[in-house]
């Protein structure tokens, strides 16, 4: 006896979902996996619907995702600082990320490259030690692996509400 529309296209967007957020989980380190997570939810919703539950959940995967992207720059960002780099470098090395992302269009190594190289160049030139600058990047590279730890661990949770939502 076939199964209803309605249970076959939930349970197409099911499994659609959770291998999209599969994916953004694994992918973390290199892209933003929190976002592709987060968009999986909104295509969950769109297809098999919100609900109350959909809504309240989509809404702390939205806060989650969010915090998450804040929360990778300011870890990468303080650890750089803690090792003697001004914020002023640091945002700038922050900004030349996205440049990066476009001059090397490989995921990760452009944007935490160019990042990392201007940060080093910057200090270098501010300190005239190149022993200090080294110091410098290697905080903001330490920031970098606690960011993705942190982002792989918001990245579970977000997925944990979506499956509460998606089986409830």
């Known amino acids: 006896m076939p199964i209803g529309p309605t249970i076959e296209i939930e349970q197409v967007a099911r499994g659609i979902t959770l291998v999209m957020m599969a994916l953004g989980l694994l992918v973390i380190p290199i892209l933003p996996g929190l976002v592709i997570i987060w968009v999986s939810a909104l295509g969950y919703g769109i297809a098999a619907g919100f609900g109350i539950l959909g809504w309240a959940m989509f809404a702390l995967i939205t806060v989650l995702m969010l915090s998450g992207s804040i929360l990778d720059n300011l870890l990468m960002g303080a650890q750089a600082h803690k090792e003697g780099a001004p914020w002023w470098v640091i945002l700038i090395a922050m900004g030349s990320a996205i440049l990066g992302n476009f001059l090397i269009p490989v995921p990760i ?60």
């Open 109 to 168: 190594i452009g944007g935490i490259l160019v990042s990392l190289l201007v940060l080093f160049l910057i200090e270098w030139l501010r300190l005239k030690e190149p022993g200090k600058a080294l110091v410098s990047m290697r905080g903001m590279l330490i920031g970098c692996g606690w960011a993705a730890i942190f982002r792989f661990i918001i990245g579970l949770v977000m997925i944990g509400l979506w499956l509460i939502w998606a089986w409830a």
